[in-house]
């Protein structure tokens, strides 16, 4: 098939029904979760009582609970037909890692039975030598281990029981993303609560909150296989900018074509079954870019929903005929895919955090925890951009249409104000809400809700919008745990330091709002003047202003991943026991590993793409013009009618030659780094590859242009994206 056999073919796909739901929503709603629901009806009284004690208090499984548990769990199970059980975990690679076990075992009457218990339920010992460990099984023990979480239940994907785990060293480092998430949300939950307790004495627990906004990409998948450069990097490493792009902003929130909202039919229920809140969706900025938000959960779980959701994904599309693109920067020259982290907290007795409460009392509590997010933001500004860089997201980050690589915070007209405010009046005034009491009284205020909404900044990569921070850099393909993780542990780092303010100043002999205030203005005062910024987050100015202010603006990521064992950072993860300086240098071995190796692919690729399909496709060009320059030599006995074919030569031999120059270059470059022993010096030189990947790129983009269609091997960007 040519490529407009292809084309055709994928323009005339039918839409694919989707399939049919069991009801109303509500009803089938959760139905491959194990949840709160099914734990009362399949566990006896006991274990149900010992399961919820682990999942509200924090407390380990013990064996007979798990024996009790697995029991249910089966029951449950075999009902729904499964036959295989699965750990469940997410290793420093990108996506989950499974391995099924079926559930057989031999009943000693030469036949089989299904078997289940606590030990299956609750540990597994994978042999997991393969996954990226950074060095720390290679020195210790090559086995880890992975243990049941149970504050994320346990769910059925097709004929298997998956079980949510932690994967970890027997050392006892981490190797996966779960177990510093949780450690960051204890040490959040730890750090908040006393503060918490100044406002509300009944406070015993204070939650992470997370709702992703996952972007993505949808192509047709016939046309994706044509691309290698797409089915084996995920993106497009050449393609001529189509004629029309975004520029008509006719893509953004319009009606969604029929054959993709099929997909996204099947895909939220697929994710309703399994209990995943799926809410918003809609067309993005980019064509055939689109957006999928559930309403935000708990942050451990949200970040597995997450997880499922990228998966069923990559499923469900294919079902449809499509090939789903995670990848940050899929095509140049038009919007790349972020996965927006709206972010919060909130304590157990249901109060919002981040939030303008009801009374002085609660907007007091508001403003301590949106000054001290604040103040974390600032103080680790460097290691949150490092918490979201990777090869991929680094065509994203920096480029117009994404947050720039500087991460600033911006609050809206409103909250600069308040804030303003509160360092010009007595420590004593209370903070009102606009409009309740009469303006002598209050002299800050702040509405109580943020209904406006053009005061929104799209340039900034932590935004505040009423009653979160939306942390935007985050990448589309990421594990959110990674950013989650890291901020979670700075603002619990911050809380700790605020409280040992907040009782300086009550030994001072103050009452309790003014100490609070007298500790907090030091800290708005700085915030202010350093990592908040309402501007316009692109331009070059704020460059050169955020050098000035001291924030980060390193835009080499291998550089950037350094942050993770500066002092500060090695500080602030140990203090709030997240990470071991051990375990966050490993992590940064992996992460050039990984980052090198990524270059690396798409450094192979593009070379033998731009070798093996568009020098030929553009040599058979030429040939096709000197036989006429030929021809017409023999006919006129002159080249006076041929200036066009000779101008089209000229191009063609400039461009092969600067492809061909280029190609080799970039295979020596490759070569020398190769052997460099040093893990991030490597990462280093292929950060230079990287670079000269969009040097290849032009002459090969330029031949796109000249080379006659019909001889263009590769499906083209109008094609890819106008086509679905
Ligand atoms: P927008 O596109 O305006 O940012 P969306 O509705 O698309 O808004 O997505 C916002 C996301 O933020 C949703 O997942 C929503 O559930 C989530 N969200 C709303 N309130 C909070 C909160 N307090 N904490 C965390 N996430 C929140
Ligand atoms: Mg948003």
Known sequence: MDRFDLVKESFMKKEVPACAPAGKTSDYYG???????KMCKYLDAESLQALLACIEGGKPLDRKTADGVARGMKEWAIEHGVTHVTHWFQPLTE???EKHDSLIDYDGKGGVIETFDGKMLAQQEPDASSFPSGGIRATFEARGYTAWDPTSPVFILDDTLCIPTVFISYTGEALDYKTPLKKALKAVSDAAVPICKYFDPGVTKVYSYLGWEQEYFLVDEGLYAARTDLMITGRTLFGHSSSKNQQLDDHYFAAIPPRVAAFMRDLEIAGHRLGIPLKTRHNEVAPNQFELAPIYGETNLA??????????MNRIARKHGFVVLLHEKPFDGVNGS???NNWSLGTDKGTQLLAPGKDAKGNLQFITFFVNVLAAVQKHNALLKASIASATNAHRLGANEAPPAIVS???GRTMTDVLHKLLEVPSDTPIEIAGKKSKSVGLVEIPEVFVDNTDRNRTSPFAFTGNRFEFRAVGSCANCAGAMTTLNAAVAEQLIAFKEDVEKEIAKGKKMPVAIMDALKPIIKSVIDTVCFDGNGYTEEW?????????????????????FTKPASVEMFTKTGVYSEKELEAR????WETYVKKVQIESRVMVRMALNHIVPAALEYKGKLLKEVMLAKEIYGNLDNCTTELRILDDINKYVEAVRVKATAMK???KKANVIEDTYKRALAYHEIAESLYDLRKPIDKLEEVVDNKMWPLPKYRELLFIS
């Open 31 to 37: 139905e491959l979760v194990f949840d709160r629901k």
């Open 95 to 97: 996506g989950t890692a």
């Open 303 to 312: 970040n597995d929903q997450n997880q499922i959701v990228m998966n069923l």
């Open 338 to 340: 972020g996965k927006h």
């Open 409 to 411: 915070a911006f609050l």
């Open 543 to 563: 460059k050169k202003e955020a050098e000035r202010r001291g924030l980060d603006i390193e835009t080499n990521v291998p550089k950037m991943f350094c942050q």
């Open 588 to 591: 940064n071995d992996v992460k």
């Open 668 to 670: 020596e470059a490759r």
